[in-house]
């Protein structure tokens, strides 16, 4: 029975990974840019800031790099992860009653093909760092169900803020909204799992105060010593470094020399200029991008609503009603960046991804829900239509 549940497992995760990849494909992704090549080659001895993690763990293994082997890993690393989503996905399916199932699928579905879900990692935002964010989620959907394993995650999201501080309104919120879930319907609400996610949320709040205010604190380098010590790790001109570490380490706009005198020598000041410089910014084609998702998220808040109404108690509410809340920090993220899909897409992705948690742990308090859209399949008619239509816009 276990040797045919793990065939099972394997043959679903094959076959998902398959799915997302010829999505992939269609799409056009070539993912053949390195994008922000400063931030992977960028270390612990420029200053210890957020965004400099990854360097500074590919640093142990390797002095020096080329765009040519990193974009080279990050292809790696996306492959991976898409293995990695596949099998949580699968095992979720797996653990979906019959009369859940085929709404189950279909959320997968969109989950895929939504051009703002997880294949935007080898899409618009390919080498970029947020995988790396993405990958901390993916660790806390497996090893918060563990009661020994759950006590890693404070350093795993300690981690995440210093992968990208991008992780703070992006994937803090979703990281801590899991482990609130286990801790209330996967360890019964006991004293030492509950103490996990206190000392989970002191981590978080801890390293995001230190990121924001004292991080830039401890750069030993100037503006331009950084630059050429990354140009020198990088093999590669300073062009090809310059443009973007200046801006949040040194608070200086790289973009438009004009503005410069807008910015103070501390992170509020940046953060304001950011909110200024992004809404300026704003297309109308990011409008359309939003409306999108708003269908799959609706359905998704459908069922946190009905299974708010049958949790017994407030403390059974708790889960849902976080994970209705996530969205606020991340449509932050929308006003903070140009990159407008690139936050967009932890919408999605961490509303479906706890759908696919909730259905693992075989949640009672969800399934009269995922019976309805079950037996209501003309729900999914605007999900997938958006879908569709975004798909061609």
Request: charged letters at 15%.
């Amino acid at each position: 029975m276990q040797k045919q549940k793990i065939t099972s497992v394997l043959k679903y995760t094959m076959i998902i990974f398959a799915v997302i990849v010829l999505y992939c494909i269609i799409r056009c992704f070539t993912m053949t840019e390195t994008g922000l090549y400063s931030l992977f080659i960028g270390d612990f001895s420029i200053g210890y800031c957020s965004r400099l993690l990854i360097g500074s763990i590919l640093s142990i293994f390797k002095d020096s790099f080329t765009k040519e082997w990193m974009t080279t890993f990050l292809r790696i690393v996306t492959f991976v992860v898409f293995m990695i989503t596949a099998h949580y996905v699968s095992s979720s399916i797996l653990h979906a009653k019959k009369t859940e199932k085929d709404a189950l699928m279909i959320f997968t579905a969109l989950f895929i093909v939504c051009p703002f879900s997880v294949t935007i990692y080898a899409g618009d935002i390919f080498g970029f760092i947020d995988v790396f964010c993405f990958v901390v989620l993916l660790i806390t959907l497996y090893f918060g169900s563990n009661k020994i394993l759950i006590w890693s995650l404070p350093l795993f999201l300690a981690a995440g803020v210093f992968i990208h501080d991008a992780f703070i309104t992006g994937y803090m919120a979703p990281c801590l909204g899991v482990i609130a879930y286990y801790v209330i319907k996967k360890h019964g609400k006991k004293i030492g799992a509950s103490v996990n996610f206190v000392v989970s949320s002191v981590v978080c709040a801890a390293t995001s105060v230190y990121s924001v205010i004292f991080a830039n604190s401890t750069i030993k380098m100037t503006e331009a010593e950084m630059l050429k010590y990354l140009a020198k790790k990088g093999n590669c001109t300073l062009d090809e470094v310059s443009g973007y570490m200046e801006g949040f380490l040194f608070h200086k706009d790289t973009r438009d020399v004009s503005m410069q005198k807008e910015y103070a020598d501390n992170a509020w000041d940046f953060i304001a200029h950011m909110l200024k410089f992004a809404t300026e910014s704003f297309i109308p084609s990011y409008l359309i991008y939003f409306i999108s998702i708003i269908p799959i998220v609706a359905l998704v808040f459908f069922v946190w609503i009905k299974a708010i109404k049958n949790s017994n108690g407030f403390i059974e509410k708790v889960p849902y009603i976080l994970f209705m809340l996530t969205p606020v920090p991340q449509i932050f993220s929308l006003f903070m960046s140009t990159d407008f899909t690139r936050f967009l897409a932890t919408i999605v992705i961490t509303q479906t991804l706890y759908l696919f948690m909730c259905i693992k742990q075989n949640d009672k308090n969800i399934v009269p829900a995922m019976e309805f859209l079950n037996n209501n399949k003309y729900y999914f008619v605007i999900p997938c239509m958006s879908t569709l239509l975004v798909n061609l816009y």
